[in-house]
């Protein structure tokens, strides 16, 4: 979103927010609503596969144990509304929408060989919704560019300088700020596949997948709004190798239906994994009056990718 749009959408929400609350920051109801209406779309301009499909049915049978798993005062407090879905698309990727909808690309889950797998990336997807990863970063942009709007206004600047500043912004601060939603979705997601009873190695091998298919081919970290993968790797391995506990084997698929190679959209010398569309999809536009989920994805923080890039 370029600056000069900002105002609009930052007085709409302060309209929409309660005076005690953060007036930058979407409400737990307005993220449900949003991601209700964001899923709605996906549905309809993606193929989904049908609810008799095996992969669908052990990915909310899956899902529906660690969402089982969030404790009872939290559900009370953040009723979100979990849903999980697959894509019919050779795309590696997942992604998980403000207020509940995951999305798993057929491209990702047909290379995975272990429900641990399965379940390390739910762990880090549900991990974005449960904390609010996509208010706080949506709340964190909008405050930052209001304030580089305002000083740049009062010094005159013209619209290359607001540009230019923009995306430096983005690239100093709005990306890190990502970086660390990722590792502490991460972090947070090995806790909830450990504490259910799965082998936190699951989550490496996702990595290793990404790493094999990436062809080797990766940007500065700077300029990455995920972590460096081999970092990520050797973060979990620390931590499995602090951990104390004995985890049990890793549990086989029972679904069959694995792949040997899965086709990836690059974009700059690097994987398109966290864009939230396949590569038959039209690209979102920024700015304008598009719609819900073209705002949603486009404007503001992408729906949050399980972090293999």
């Not at 894509?87 to 641990?116: C, H, Q, R, V, W």
Request: aromatic share 6%; proline share 7%.
């Amino acid at each position: 979103m370029k600056v000069r749009c900002l105002i609009p959408v930052v007085a709409a929400f302060a309209l929409l927010t309660p005076a005690s609350a953060d007036p930058f920051r979407p409400s737990v109801r307005q993220q449900i609503d949003l991601g209700k209406e964001a899923a709605a779309q996906v549905r309809k301009e993606e193929k989904i596969l049908p609810d008799s499909d095996p992969r669908v049915k052990e990915l909310r049978r899956l899902g529906a144990m660690l969402v089982s798993q969030i404790p009872d005062k939290e559900k009370k407090d953040k009723p979100f509304e979990y849903t999980f879905d697959v894509i019919d698309s050779k795309e590696i990727n997942a992604f998980a929408l403000p207020g509940g909808p995951i999305f798993f690309y057929t491209g990702l889950l047909d290379k995975m060989k272990t429900e641990d797998e399965v379940i390390g990336i739910l762990g880090h997807e549900l991990t974005h919704i449960r904390n609010q990863h996509w208010a706080s970063q949506y709340a964190d942009n909008m405050k930052r560019k209001v304030g580089i709007l305002v000083v740049l206004t009062i010094l005159q600047a013209n619209s290359d300088i607001l540009n230019a500043t923009d995306m430096l912004d983005s690239i100093l601060v709005g990306l890190p700020y990502s970086r660390k939603h990722e590792t502490e979705s991460d972090n947070v997601g090995y806790d909830m596949m450990t504490n259910a009873g799965y082998n936190p190695r699951g989550m490496i091998d996702v990595f290793k997948i990404i790493i094999a298919e990436s062809k080797g081919s990766k940007p500065p970290e700077i300029l990455n709004s995920h972590p460096d993968t081999e970092k990520r790797i050797q973060s979990l391995e620390q931590r499995i190798k602090a951990d104390k506990r004995k985890f049990p084997a890793m549990r086989p698929r029972k679904v069959t239906t694995f792949v040997t190679a899965a086709d990836v959209t690059w974009n700059a010398g690097w994987p398109n994994l966290g864009s939230g569309q396949s590569s038959n999809s039209a690209p979102l536009q920024k700015g304008g009056s598009g719609s819900l989920l073209q705002r949603l994805l486009a404007e503001q923080p992408r729906p949050q990718w399980c972090g293999t890039h």
